[in-house]
C-alpha cells in the first residue's frame, strides 16, 4: 500500500515568542498532486526539545493537528466546558497525537484513523501544531523553550497509508 508522510519542522531559530509565526507552516509534497480515496493515519512521531539538561521539562499529553481539508470535516471532538457547569465548551476538529512522558513519542500499529478524501491533494497545503494551555483554551504549540520547563516541538512526522485509484 501506498505512503504518504507529512512532516512538520520548527524553523523557530531565533527563540521568538510568536508560536502562531512557526507553528503553523506550509508543506509541499514531492509530486504534483495525489489523487486519493482514503487516507489512514497509521503512525506518527513527536519530538520535542526542552531548554537544557538542567531544567524540568513541561510535556503536553497530547498535541492537536490541523491539517487544511483533512481535519475540518472528519474529525470531531467530543469535550467537556472550560468551567464546572459552563455553557463555555471547547469545539474542535483537530487530530489529537498523545505524547509519552519522554522528549520524544513514536507510534505506530495504530488501528487507523480513515479520512474520506475522494479528490486530488492539493501539492501544498497547511499544517498546524497545537495544544491546550493551562486554560483548557486550543493555542498553538510552542516553538521555543524557556527555563522554566517550556518545552517546543522540534518536528512532526504524520505516516498515512492511501488508496489510490485512477486519476480521478
Not at 523557530?12 to 514531492?30: C, E, I, L, P
Amino acid at each position: 500500500m501506498p505512503i504518504l508522510t507529512i512532516k512538520y519542522r520548527n524553523f523557530n531559530a531565533s527563540a521568538s515568542a510568536d508560536d502562531d509565526a512557526f507553528a503553523r507552516q506550509k508543506v509541499r509534497m514531492s509530486s504534483l498532486s495525489l489523487p486519493i480515496q482514503k487516507l489512514t493515519l497509521c503512525g506518527y512521531s513527536v519530538v520535542l526539545r526542552e531548554h537544557g539538561s538542567g531544567s524540568s521539562a513541561v510535556i503536553p499529553d497530547h498535541l492537536l493537528i490541523e491539517i487544511d481539508g483533512l481535519t475540518t470535516q472528519q474529525v470531531n471532538n467530543v469535550s467537556p466546558p472550560k468551567t464546572h457547569n459552563g455553557q463555555d465548551y471547547i469545539l474542535n476538529h483537530h487530530i489529537p497525537l498523545p505524547l509519552s512522558s519522554d522528549l520524544t513519542t513514536i507510534q505506530f500499529g495504530m488501528g487507523g484513523l480513515d479520512f474520506e478524501i475522494n479528490k486530488r491533494l492539493d501539492r501544498e497545503f497547511f499544517i498546524h501544531i497545537k495544544k491546550f494551555d493551562a486554560n483548557h483554551n486550543v493555542i498553538s504549540m510552542t516553538t521555543s523553550t524557556n527555563s522554566s520547563g517550556q518545552v517546543a516541538v522540534d518536528h512532526v512526522i504524520l505516516y498515512f497509508n492511501y488508496n489510490f485509484v485512477g486519476n480521478f
